[in-house]
């Protein structure tokens, strides 16, 4: 009797997935965008609606909050159905999709394109997380820029700061393959890589991404795994960082998908991204990658002015030769919606670096949404092939792209 109830109470305080909803929203006016920015977390923003998959506090405060706006909704099924097991720890992705890189297979990438290629690449870990990952990545750049005291440009690319948007694993990932693996081939990428710091790092959140694919089933999981209280987990990453953070588009309830942390850089993810920029003197352009609705954006993301000045000209002349590859829509973040406390108002506001967030593919929900497949892969990587090398190229001088 007695090992029954501990079994019981074992296994409820471990089994946990909350319910996830699907939202299909009026959102006519910027005001109403913003007002629901506030609540939820927005997945896509078309004609004038809104479409979303939201956790349940986020669902129920928007029931209460804004129940004019909401158009339809309904459960997810084969998401909440799946209950999440605390303590597997034999991470791989749902059945049809093992091309995706899991945590441990991303660093055996890095591990194994440095120790074949020593000449111009370099293992690199800039923290570690809640639960103690290392957070890892790799420089590419010939080895005698290294100690050069010459100004070499550098260029950081970002993937996975929301756990689900695993695409945005694959594209830094094959990214740093494709300057390996052509460094002898093609003298361009040559050139490219003798010349510039290019810092690749695809997973800034494996806490959360590895949560969200635990058990071989997908949670829709959004934030990092800090523990807050008991079945309370997670900060919004991407809500997390000191510029202008908590002004708007971010929530201070801990049980949002959209909450902020206690404090700017309260976690140990966003303050390795921020220690690393600001140890690396030479950051001239960064990328962030994330998912999804095919689009490039720039700052404000905070604010609805725009950033003005010749740096305004540039975001949107790179935002736009850009595009032309990629086919993705450029607009400013906040043209989307408002939120504060993202990577790029931060590198941009803070540190002047002309920094980016690409939302990969797909465009819809309907096409997959966070889940598209993987088939996606090949697809996405080679449609930001151009935009990535181009951004490399520019590093030397940004402003070249509007004298
Ligand atoms: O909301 C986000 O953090 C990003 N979208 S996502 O679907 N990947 O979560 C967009 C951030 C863009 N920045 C602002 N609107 N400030
Ligand atoms: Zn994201």
Known sequence: MKLIFILISFYSSTIFAEDIYWVHLKAETKQQRNQLANIIHIDQYIDGKIYSTVNEFDYNNLKINAPELLIESHKIENISTNR?????????????????????????????????????????????????????????????????????????????????EHISTEVPIFLAKYLVENYKASENIRKLVDSRDIYIIPI????????????????????????????????????????????????????????????????????????????????????????????????????NDPIGGREEEVFKKMAKDMSKWNGYTPQSSSDLYIASGDTCDWAFGEHGIFCFTFELSPKTYGEGGFYPGARYIDVVNQANLKPMLYLIDKTMNPYQVID
């Open 84 to 164: 999440a097991l605390v303590g597997d720890e034999v991470f791989e992705f749902p059945k049809g999709e093992e091309k995706f890189h899991t945590y441990a297979e991303a660093n055996k990438v890095l591990q194994d394109l440095t120790t074949a290629n020593p000449d111009i690449a370099e293992f690199i870990t800039i923290g570690e997380t809640h639960e103690k990952r290392k957070i890892n990545g790799i420089r590419i750049t010939h080895k005698k820029n290294r100690s050069s005291k010459n100004f070499i440009p550098g260029i950081l690319f970002l993937g996975t700061h929301h756990a689900r």
């Open 204 to 303: 800034i959140n494996p806490d959360g991404a590895l949560y969200d694919i635990k058990s071989r089933s997908y949670k829709m999981w959004r934030k990092n795994r800090r523990k807050i209280k008991r079945r309370t987990y997670g900060v919004d990453l991407n809500r997390n960082y000191g510029f202008e953070w908590n002004t708007g588009g971010s929530s201070s309830n801990p049980r949002s998908d959209v909450y902020h942390g206690k404090h700017p850089f309260s976690e140990p993810e966003s303050i390795a991204v921020k220690d690393f920029v600001e140890s690396k003197s030479n950051l001239r352009v960064m990328l962030s990658f994330h998912t999804y609705s095919e689009l490039i954006l720039y700052p404000w993301g905070h604010k």
